[in-house]
């Protein structure tokens, strides 16, 4: 960016140029082609990000971009709701295209913006928003259920998170042997214990067990997801059991990405599932206290090719 540069002088430069030839019916397509790169090449000395961005909601335009008589820039969703009235000068906004910076944007190629994160794709312009969704270096959200934790960052950090923020207990090993206590147990309702971690094969994986109600009938649920890409999770396979007095339960499956929350898993109930009642019998039949002992292992699927 130009010394002294900022939003408000890329605004200018875009406002005032678009002034003095948008409705210069007189131009020839040559004519705004040469303006085009005539002001490609200023546009160089400021933040393309700033030109790009929409001063009302201040987040990235996509075409069709949308102006005012004075040239007041503005996205199609700040349009709408605009109610054809532009929020920066009020006048009439009417149905007016910002041409000039869509073949601007048109002609971009951009990094990604999680590039400091590790990815080095170079995408044009229309492309990087969908890109970005999808983007496998983008932030992982902790995934600590139970709370309303905003923190988010790639693997190592959310472990270090977890650890020192939430006191989570880390174990190392494919196998384990947890047991979840509770008394007064009737009184628990949507209840979710405290996640456990697991180092396994190298990656770390998540173990979840809470109660809550399927319908009518309260239960309890356990499931595995996996620190990582869901391309990656599937490499895995998992185990869960848990019983008692000759009787248990089983459950075998795929952990599930920490891309998906642990609200969307249990609700589509890809886990192992216990009724109450059923639990309570594991636990000694007295239904008062809960104290049931989950037994799981994970192991790497073997690659067929």
Sequence with gaps: MAPGGGVSS?????????????????????????????????????????????????????????QCPNGHTLCTNCKIEAQNCCPTCQVELGNIRCLALEKVAESLELPCRYQNLGCHKILPYHRKLKHERRCKFRPYHCPYAGSECSITGDIPTLMLHLKEDHKVDMHTGCTFNHRYVKSNAQQVDNAIWMLTVFDCFGRQFVLHFEAFSLGMTPVYIAFLRFMGEDNEAKMFNYSLEVGGFGRKLTWQGVPRSIRDSHRKIRDCQDGLIIPRTLAFFFSGGNGEELTLKVIGRIWKEHSTS
Aim: neutral net charge; glycine residues 2%; aromatic residues 10%.
């Design 10 to 66: 890329c605004k200018e430069l875009v406002e005032s140029w678009q002034k003095n030839s948008r409705f210069d019916t007189t131009k020839t397509h040559d004519e705004l082609e040469k303006s085009i790169t005539c002001i490609g090449e200023k546009f160089q000395k400021c933040s393309i990000h700033e030109l790009l961005e929409c001063p009302i909601c201040k987040r990235s335009m996509y075409p069709p971009f949308y």
